[in-house]
């Protein structure tokens, strides 16, 4: 059984983990002594070497990133962390900030000086007013302790860090309308090219990471890369976030190497609620096809889980037992897309408008199996076809839902509504019996 | 390499599309690569003068580039050539084909389908390619999206929110070509849509290019809305007539009436855009003011109506044997510039002839016989240009075109303007113009310390320049000392052609001098006649003078507006005998003892020369016109007078015209002013200076309300120190006053001398010569209200 591997979140338990004092407390604060003692390329040189892929979803390894910044160019440069945290499901880089916010300043100063940026931003989502403040807090505290400002450290390196609150939109977790968002424009994807380490924040060579990438650097500064190497699969190094939501007995964030498997994440999550089956699940979130009993040994890292036909994501396992309704549920994902459509494209703006409109007839019970038919025509209308990613997450659940449960659709049209009691899948209809 | 090279050697690439290679420049799209082969790909965001957005995705192709595919077909908009790539369309590629239907699908289910009733069903891009690349029949059996409509975002453009298929091609318009961004997409998703900031309208000089580009009848003009169908219009290719910028337009008539005019394409000069002015300004050619007969003044001292016969004849008696002035206007076309210039000389015998209807100097008569005659630049010159001088000059009002193209070179590569102004106009700030503020008057002085100028600089001198003494001349010395390319640039369509054709008193048809005795037997050898008159003639306010004190004993007058020129000009035409060629009742035929009614634009054929000098001939857009060209009715008159100019029809001048050799001969040599200054003022005077807005009470402008809704208001622009002193802020009531009269205006607090004041020269509230009997350089005084 493949053992817990807690490193952002060993001491989360502590009440004052969050604190600057709670974080020196296990060393905090050591890595940027390292990491400006040595050469900003060297930094660059042991992160690629460590294997670390981005944790944001697509798993772009995060040096290799980082190399692409043109150097010397007399530019200003950028570092920008994604802590736009809003894929339904996903649920990471809330707690880790909320839990343990200065390891996440650590990693910003030293990236920001690994790709010789002096000025860093973190875009968190608006919603997390609790995240918000304790990051505000983190970083005067950091400010207030020398690891920020000038001279940092007495190393002659200059960084401000500062914190953006966004309004709220879902499509801002995609980089480059968070870049435009935080520019102060409405959040829409910019055309690429040009790409941000070219021409990203106010058309400057800008890195745009993950909180969790960023988090995981002190770490990788302080024990090295074979120790973070020495985790993983071959491929996936390292150790990561995976949430458990859902129907689980003891659902929470647990810390473990790529490759663990859903199988042994339930056996730390004390299994599927009591007196229910797994039915389905998503690996990385809802923009990531479900997965089914099937895949419980599926190995996840980014390539176990690509070959099953899914993508890692976020690591955002959303469980559900025999009690959902598919339908149901995937019809609350394509109404979240509907909701977050930025409306720049038409696939996405026109297509998740009508998509919600099919599955409420389908889930009421209204139409034939052509239907599904056109559905999965009308859903290879908009995968594909979109400026950005999020119509393809839009089409993910649809397409999976009808691979694996074409039969539920079918029943819903053959007895003219739902054959599911929507309240046997609440939490609160078995809080009795827990 | 210079920069010449760099526009000549571009890399060329070749790639396969449909199985056919094509070989473009490097950086071309791979939509209008395919173009190239005659292979349309359907689009609704794309337009290639903005820069791609990639929104709508119509134009998916299959792309692969040296073997490898992209897994997802790619919007054709969005990506340049490159070698070994090989583009399958719709034409090739079931995934293209698919893609492309399943997008016009999406598109189709939020629209409302109104096609019989919006004014875009015709001739709608949605319409067209929804039967090219559509679907006969909608699966969809959802709600539509629905909006309140339609909403106003000017008084000239609405907005029906649930036609529009969010390309951006007007929010990208606005922003990109026009630098005016009062419209953007608002809100998310499907509830996505096009709005303005509540307290700025959509106020932008440009904005019917929106309505034109509009691939839905999303954006419709308030005038034309629902007043025809695309079908039932006559469209003729046509010339605008209100400003030198020499836009190429369409005009559409139904049975007689203008009913809209759109931009028409011309690259070399007005791109595809033009003004809302150009577009929106043509009420006038309907007007009930319209003269629709001869008239003749009676022993009664009204005006009757008369038949041709009878009119020609009474205006023959004014004229024949008589000391005669002619004042052409500034509108008129080549053709009948050309009619007045051999009108005066052969029938009149007289060099009594001048275009300005403004004002006007000596200096400038002497500018255009010898300088500007003989200018050479063109919009391109503006594009190739290391730096951008504008002089009396304020584009975006006086020549909006030009400050298009100005501002294209500004947005691609920060072009450096300089402007020599009153203040920074709205304007020269998008233009980033660095201001040299000037105190009207002091303009040559000021241009003299212009310096790091080179033979790529171009100088831009406005007709207002002629108000400063000694700046004309100035300009002229700065071009030739850093050989810097000048433009000279009158507000009116009609004055660089009248030049041409000699509608001036220095100067005979082609450049000839009237001074010159072998310029004036090559042209009387031309036109078979013994001689030409060789006294030097009057201008404009040397007729004037001239008709006041009787040493003339008539004026031919053709459009002009006597309070163009000045405060006393209609008075002192008052004791002569005045033949007045108008399309409309004005304050020269309330005077005139014979009026001739003449053809509009609309209703004639002709050229006018641009800016540039080139030529933008046009033809009649309402056929079946009565109405005749100015140069027709003044061959007839000759005829009665008994000394035949023989230019019987448009065409026949356009031919004579042509036959007419450029005049090789030597030409006359400018004679440069001395520097003038502005007067001393202390205390509440100040200096006035003025310009026309765009939008006014221009004649041409009426009858147009929903234009004259965008016109920008009425400001007396003051710097902050005279704000001070006066204790006004911006927004307050200041009076200007001088001995005939006042404005009273909102102060705009600017940055501009302290001793001068700016207000619009003919705007609602404000008019220069009317009320204050001058536009600039006179001393006036600023009070608070």
């Known amino acids: ?61 995060t040096g290799m990133k980082w190399g692409f910044i043109p150097q010397g160019d007399g530019k200003e440069h950028y570092l920008v962390v994604n802590a736009d945290e809003s894929e339904p499901g996903t649920c990471k880089d809330v707690p880790l900030m909320m839990a343990n916010p200065h390891v996440l300043v650590e990693g910003v100063i030293i990236a920001s000086y690994a790709i010789r940026a002096n000025y860093a931003f973190i875009y968190v989502r608006g919603e997390v007013t609790h995240v918000v403040r304790r990051l505000q807090a983190a970083i005067s505290e950091a400010y207030a302790a020398g690891h920020l400002g000038k001279n940092i450290h007495g190393k002659g390196y200059d960084l401000e860090l500062v914190l953006h609150v966004g309004a709220g939109a879902y499509i801002c977790g995609e980089e480059t309308a968070l870049l435009d968002s935080l520019e102060g424009f409405r959040g829409q994807p910019r055309l690429r090219p040009p790409f941000p380490a070219i021409a990203g924040l106010y058309a400057r060579p800008t890195v745009v990471n993950n909180v969790e990438s960023i988090a995981s650097v002190p770490s990788i500064v302080n024990n090295g890369a074979e120790w973070f190497q020495s985790m993983g699969t071959e491929k996936s190094k390292g150790y990561t976030l995976y949430s458990l939501s859902g129907h689980v007995a003891n659902p929470g964030q647990f810390e473990a190497p790529l490759g663990i498997t859903l199988r042994e994440l339930l056996e730390y999550a004390g299994g599927i609620r009591a007196g229910h089956q797994l039915k389905f699940w998503t690996p990385g979130g809802s923009s990531t096809p479900i997965f089914t009993q099937a895949n419980l040994d599926t190995p996840l ?108 659709y079918m029943q819903h049209l053959n007895q003219g509504g739902c054959p599911f009691d929507p309240a046997a899948s609440t939490l609160f209809a078995t809080a009795g019996s827990r | ?218 954006l419709t003009g308030a005038s034309y809305r629902f007043r025809s169908r695309p079908f039932d219009l006559v469209s003729t290719p046509s010339a605008c007539e209100h400003c030198a910028s020499g836009c190429a337009m369409r005009t559409d008539v139904r049975r007689g009436k203008t009913l809209r005019r759109l931009a028409g394409e011309d690259a070399a000069v007005n791109e595809e855009w033009n003004c809302d002015k150009g577009r929106w300004a043509f009420k006038y050619i309907s007007s009930k003011e319209r003269i629709a007969s001869p008239l003749v003044r009676g022993t009664d001292g009204e005006l009757h109506e008369a038949s041709w016969p009878e009119a020609l004849a009474a205006a023959a008696a004014g004229l024949k044997g008589k000391r005669v002035g002619v004042l052409v206007g500034g509108r008129a076309t080549v053709e009948d510039a050309y009619g007045y210039s051999k009108f005066a000389r052969v029938a009149l015998s007289t060099n009594d002839i001048d275009f300005r209807a403004r004002a006007h100097s000596d200096e400038e008569t002497s500018f255009l016989s010898a300088v500007a005659l003989g200018l050479t630049t063109t919009y391109a010159d503006i594009d190739r240009a290391d730096k951008v001088v504008l002089l009396g000059f304020e584009p975006e009002d006086e020549s909006p075109i030009v400050f298009l193209r100005i501002f294209k070179q500004v947005r691609k590569r920060s072009l450096p303007v300089l402007t020599v102004a009153a203040f920074a106009s709205r304007g020269s700030k998008k233009m980033k113009a660095t201001l040299l503020p000037v105190v009207a008057g002091n303009e040559a002085a000021v241009i003299a310390g212009i310096s790091e100028l080179t033979s790529r600089s171009v100088i831009l001198v406005g007709e207002r320049l002629s108000e400063s003494v000694g700046a004309l001349s100035a300009a002229k010395a700065l071009a030739d000392s850093t050989g810097a390319k000048l433009a000279w640039i009158p507000r009116r369509a009609g004055e660089r052609g009248a030049l041409d054709v000699g509608a001036i008193s220095t100067l005979l048809p082609g450049g000839r001098p009237v001074s010159d005795p072998a310029a004036r037997v090559d042209l009387a050898a031309a036109w078979g006649v013994d001689s030409l008159p060789t006294s030097s003639g009057r201008t404009t306010a040397q007729i004037l003078a001239a008709a006041e004190s009787k040493e003339l004993d008539a004026v031919v007058i053709g459009g002009v507006d006597p309070l163009d020129i000045s405060a006393q000009a209609l008075g002192q035409l008052l004791n002569t005998f005045v033949l007045s060629l108008e399309i409309s009742h004005s304050a020269v035929t309330a005077i005139a003892d014979v009026v001739l009614p003449v053809a509009a634009v609309a209703e004639k054929s002709g050229t006018f020369l641009d800016w540039e000098g080139r030529a933008r001939a046009f033809d009649k857009a309402i056929p079946d016109s009565l109405t005749r060209s100015d140069v027709r009715i003044l061959s007839m008159l000759a005829d009665e007078i008994g000394a035949a100019i023989n230019l019987p029809t448009v065409a026949a001048t356009a031919r004579e015209i042509q036959s007419l050799d450029k005049w090789d001969g030597a030409t006359v040599a400018f004679a440069p002013v001395s ?111």
Not at chain 2, 123 to 136: I, K, V
Not at chain 2, 138 to 152: C, D, L, M, N
Request: hydrophobic residues 40%; glycine residues 10%.
């Open chain 1, 1 to 61: 059984m493949t053992q817990l591997t807690p490193v952002l979140s060993a001491h989360w338990d502590e009440a004052d983990s969050f604190t600057i004092a709670g974080y020196r407390r296990h060393g905090g604060y050591t890595a940027i002594e390292k990491a400006l003692a040595m050469e900003p390329d060297a930094v660059i040189q042991l992160v690629k070497d460590s294997g670390l892929r981005g944790r944001g979803g697509a798993g772009f390894p």
């Open chain 1, 301 to 408: 890292d980014y390539e176990g889980v690509a070959a099953a036909g899914s993508m890692l994501g976020t690591k955002a396992l959303q469980v559900f037992d025999e009690t959902t309704c598919v339908v149901r549920a995937v019809l609350r994902w394509t109404e979240f897309y509907k909701h977050e459509s930025c409306g720049k494209c038409t696939p996405c703006r026109e297509g998740t408008w009508w998509l919600v409109q099919i599955l409420r007839d389908l889930e009421a019970g209204k139409g034939t199996a052509a239907d599904l038919d056109k559905l999965l025509d009308i859903v290879d209308n908009i995968a594909g076809r979109s400026f950005c990613a999020l119509a393809d997450g839009a089409a993910s659940p649809i397409i999976s839902s009808l691979k694996h449960f074409r039969e539920e």
């Open chain 2, 1 to 218: 390499m210079t920069p010449e090279q760099a526009l000549v050697e571009v890399e060329m690439i070749t790639c396969i599309i449909d199985g056919f290679e094509v070989t473009v420049p490097k950086g071309t799209l791979v939509i209008r690569a395919a173009e190239k082969l005659g292979i349309q790909i359907p689009r609704f965001c794309d337009h290639p003068l903005l820069s791609p957005a990639g929104a709508c995705r119509q134009c998916l192709v299959d792309i692969e580039i040296n073997g490898r595919a992209f897994p997802k077909p790619q919007a054709s908009c969005t990506i340049p050539v490159e070698t070994g790539m090989i583009v399958k369309t719709q034409l090739t590629s079931p995934v293209a084909e698919k893609a492309q239907k399943g997008i016009m699908e999406l598109l189709l289910i939020n629209h409302p389908l109104d096609c019989p009733v919006c004014d875009k069903g015709g001739e709608c891009p949605l319409q067209n390619q929804a039967m090219s690349s559509g679907r006969g029949e909608s699966r969809y059996e959802g709600v539509k999206r629905t909006f309140e409509k339609p909403v106003a975002i000017s008084s000239q453009v609405l907005l029906d929110r649930e036609r529009c298929v969010l390309c951006a091609r007007c929010t990208r318009f606005s922003d990109q070509i026009a630098g005016d961004p009062f419209i953007t997409l608002n809100e998310r998703g499907a509830l996505q849509q096009v709005g303005i900031y509540e307290k700025d309208p959509f106020e932008s000089y440009y904005s019917g290019n929106t309505v034109q580009i509009c691939p839905v009848g999303a």
């Open chain 2, 675 to 785: 520097d003038g200054s502005a007067p001393k003022v202390s205390g509440s005077e100040a200096v006035l200076a003025s310009h026309r807005l765009l939008l006014d009470l221009g004649t041409l402008q009426n009858g147009e309300a929903n234009l004259a809704g965008t016109a920008r208001s009425a400001t007396a622009n003051i710097s902050q120190g005279r704000a001070a002193t006066l204790g006004v802020a911006e927004g307050d009531l200041v009076q200007i006053s001088t001995q005939r009269g006042s404005v009273t205006v909102p102060a705009h607090i600017t940055e501009m001398d302290d001793s001068s004041v700016w207000i619009p020269r003919n705007s609602e509230g404000s008019q220069a010569i009317a009320n204050l009997g001058n536009v600039s350089g006179e001393v006036v005084t600023v009070v608070k209200a």
